[in-house]
């Protein structure tokens, strides 16, 4: 006989999704297998990117389009 999960268990899967999705201050990573994990910021409308925060590394910041494909649910 097969029980169900608990219902507070959620079981998070990596999916790709496009980073202007991506709702500001969720973690991101830009590959899949990629040791550096991203905090997403603020918008810059000059250069039309968003910029990513290294979560290790606060002075390390990357810009990036918004329509690159980043990696999000994954557990840090």
């Known amino acids: ?3 169900n999960p608990s219902p507070l268990l959620k079981v998070t899967t990596m999916q ?3 980073l202007r999705n991506v709702t500001k201050g969720d973690y991101v990573k830009r ?3 990629a ?3 991203y905090i997403k910021g603020d918008y ?3 250069t039309k990117s968003f910029e990513l925060i290294d979560v290790e ?3 390390r910041v990357v810009y990036i ?3 690159k494909p980043v990696y999000v649910g ?3």
Do not use: G, P, W
């Open 1 to 3: 006989m097969a029980t």
């Open 16 to 18: 790709t999704i496009v």
């Open 31 to 33: 590959k899949a297998d």
């Open 35 to 37: 040791k550096s994990i």
């Open 44 to 46: 810059d409308k000059t």
């Open 57 to 59: 590394d606060i002075n």
């Open 65 to 67: 389009k918004a329509s």
């Open 74 to 76: 994954f557990t840090y």
